[in-house]
């Protein structure tokens, strides 16, 4: 039985992936590890090959930060699929304020504890949710690790990856105000999804997986 790898994204856990159906496949859900300080995204992918033995055929699912890590452990292992939602796949489809953020580096001076208690900027940053998603991706917030945290925003604003691997398929929304659709290039445009779509649009997306799986 073929698996399938779903990797969250920064400040979720498996729970994202909650409404999503992926029948027929062992799926296997991707916790994070802890990085080392100077761990790129392509050696923090290396470590989730190795740590969940991720093997050459697998399908991988990677939404947001975890679509990034997706796109890494493509260019190292010859996968079935790659599955993108509400990601990027290159870094020209990154937001122009990344190159701002890299020279003005605020996340490397700002406390680690800060980002799980972040929750109040869910809505504005993520889009409008029911109070029950909201519920949930705040407490996916503040149990994400700190540190974890802080050490992903670097590595995401500093991920310099120009090459997209066979079999990639992306699927995003237009009011996504993390990764604003217009840089992307290859991807199916969902009308209305936000960056949390993989919760509140959930039927549709099931129906794009179930048209390439």
Excluded at 15 to 37: A, C, M, Q
Excluded at 44 to 65: R, T
Excluded at 115 to 126: I, S, T
């Amino acid at each position: 039985m073929t698996k399938v790898f779903l990797i969250p994204g920064l400040g979720a856990d498996h729970r994202i992936y909650k409404n999503l159906e992926f029948p027929g496949y062992e799926i296997v859900t991707i916790s994070w590890i802890d990085p080392h300080p100077s761990d790129t995204l392509a050696d923090y992918a290396q470590k989730l090959i190795e740590h969940y033995s991720i093997e050459a055929g697998s399908v991988v699912v990677g939404n947001s930060l975890g679509g990034m890590l997706a796109m890494e452990i493509a260019k190292k292992l010859e996968l079935n699929k790659v599955l993108l939602i509400s990601s990027i796949k290159t870094k020209s489809e990154a937001p122009k304020s990344h190159l701002w953020y890299r020279w003005i580096p605020l996340y490397k001076i700002l406390p680690a504890g800060l980002f799980p208690r972040l929750g109040v900027f869910v809505k504005f940053a993520f889009g409008k949710m029911n109070k029950v998603d909201q519920s949930l991706v705040v407490d996916m917030l503040e149990k994400t690790p700190p540190q974890f945290a802080k050490w992903a925003l670097g590595a995401i604003l500093h991920w310099n990856n120009q090459i997209i691997p066979a079999n990639v398929f992306h699927i995003h929304g237009n009011r996504d105000m993390v990764f604003p659709y217009q840089r992307l290039k290859d991807a199916r445009i969902l009308k209305g999804g936000t960056h949390i779509m993989i919760l509140n649009r959930a039927k549709e997306i099931n129906v794009w997986l179930k048209s390439l799986l």
